[in-house]
């Protein structure tokens, strides 16, 4: 039985990858210091899975959990751009520092690959559309930055010491467990529990920006695929739907779920946010084999259900 380590299993999506592996028979080691993982998001599998608390920052724990693993789907991170812009120190340690401390844990456990969770943001607000991954790069915000370093660390251990990396490319991921409770939450997250409590929708801008969103079970999905796929060098793969949605018209469709006519509120722009984006994905089905099967409407509708009964939880 194969064992994957997931870093940030107890994470929004490491916990979802987690239970996907599960259901695909792999046994699992989770590592996590709950800094924003819940233990909550791994309650119906925990005896199922040998949870280690602890961070990724610390080298000596990166070893000890490395001990059998064949795959490392490395999914910790300090996530969010306006947390990173305002502890740009932070964002550093956890998620250069971090993954670095995980390449080389994997490099001397002899792991069969690591898989990267890595972001969209590394290409900036370019405004060329669809993003292709042979743009060159153009990162806005620290936590951008600090991604795109994981990548090209990932790239220099393959080249230099043989160890297979993969890096996904996440946009805007979306679904169960997604905390919309800080004030660093994922927009949809927030506009969900919006529209089960009756709230104005907070923007952020004008609402035609518009962004790939992917629904969790895409992505993890992706992540499968990757670990198993026969893959050269340490590629970069976009893992998206390849379409682009205005934050007004998610609001239509999150009204039309519901049944609902609020409004949105409207603020400020938030400083490193990106206008534009939208994935090619081309790469991920030549690659992987990847076709995403839950499309934005249903995965607003599951994630809806979801935050239903959840709301008060999170």
Known sequence: MT?????????FIGSHLVEGLLARGYKVRVLDNFATGRRENLKDVLAQIELVEGSVTNL????????GVEIVFHQAALPSVPRSVKNPLESNAVNITGTLNVLLA???AGVRRVVYAASSSAYGDQPTLPKVETMPPDPLSPYAIAKLAGEMYARAFTNLYGLSTVSLRYFNVF????DPTTQYAGVLAKFCTCAIT???????????????FTYVTNVVEANILAANAQLEGAPVINIA???????????RILNELTGQNLPAHYGPERAGDVRHSQADITRARTLLGYHPTIDLREGLRRTLEWYRTNVHAV
Do not use: F, K, W
């Open 106 to 108: 994997a490099r001397d």
């Open 175 to 178: 679904g169960p467990r997604q």
């Open 60 to 67: 000596t724990t990166a070893h000890s959990v490395m001990r």
């Open 198 to 212: 009756g709230q104005p929708y907070p923007v952020y801008g004008d609402g035609e920006q518009s962004r790939d």
């Open 241 to 251: 739907c390849g379409e682009r949605t205005t934050l007004n018209q998610i609001i």
């Open 3 to 11: 064992l994957a380590l997931v870093t940030g299993g107890a994470g």
